[in-house]
């Protein structure tokens, strides 16, 4: 089975912090995204990777950044993280375009 | 760019009775159609999919969808629901190119016995 690992389930931080949300996939996929979910507004997309260092903005972008640094991790950052982006973070990978999810990080920022 | 409506954000069915969740997509060729269900606190976890052929796809749980071109639909069924299927259904599209999915807002089941 396809595992996708998320670091950090629940995680409260400060406004003005940097975060770093950690994500790591064990079935060599070649792509990996990061995705907020919101009441209401379903799953919008914030990043996603196709390769080792490429990256590629989704809908949602202003705010974040990524790093993808080795095939497996894929990493979303706040480099300065405000209320609004009090969310539920979901990162997944895929071989084709199914999606496999890992079981969310919970942010709130202060 | 393709999209997702889901128009209906909570249903409520009793337990045994059948379920009809839908979705309509836009997108000008022929997509890529997924249910995915998040269970609370959990990731989500795909239910089924289509990508060509028999517009009726089966899925796991005793899932099942019909992708109506004619109507852009793309609507999940069950014949009889168990107290188990409350969860948060999103249907997502995707474009012939590219990897990206489109989600819809969700549609939140509640089942009661």
């Known amino acids: 089975d396809v595992k996708v690992t998320q670091s950090s389930r629940y995680l409260v931080k400060r406004t003005g912090e940097k975060v770093f949300l950690e994500c790591v996939q064990d079935m060599d996929h070649e792509n990996m995204f990061w995705y907020r979910q919101d009441p209401g507004l379903g799953l919008r997309l914030i990043y996603f990777s196709y390769d080792v260092k490429m990256k590629e903005k989704g809908d949602i972008p202003e705010g974040y950044s990524v790093s993808r640094e080795k095939k497996e991790r894929f990493s979303l950052i706040l480099e300065s993280a405000s209320t609004n982006q009090t969310s539920m973070y979901l990162c997944?990978?895929?071989?084709?375009?199914?999606?496999?999810f890992g079981e969310g990080s919970r942010l709130t920022v202060l | 760019a393709q999209s997702v409506t889901q128009p209906d954000i909570h249903i409520t069915v009793s337990e045994g009775a059948s379920l009809e969740l839908r979705c309509n997509y836009s997108?000008?060729?022929?997509?890529?159609l997924f249910w995915y269900v998040q269970s609370p606190g959990q990731g989500l976890q795909l239910l089924l999919k289509y990508f060509s052929g028999d517009t009726l796809v089966q899925g796991i749980k005793g899932f099942e969808a019909e992708f109506k071109r004619s109507q852009s639909s793309f609507n999940l069924r069950k014949p009889s629901v168990h107290w188990s299927d409350a969860a948060e259904y999103f249907c997502?599209?995707?474009?012939?190119?590219?990897?990206?999915?489109?989600f819809g807002a969700g549609t939140i089941l509640r089942v009661k016995s």
């Open positions: 997502a599209v995707g474009a012939q190119e590219g990897n990206k999915l489109v």
């Open positions: 997944a990978s895929s071989l084709s375009r199914e999606l496999f």
């Open positions: 997108y000008g060729a022929t997509p890529y």
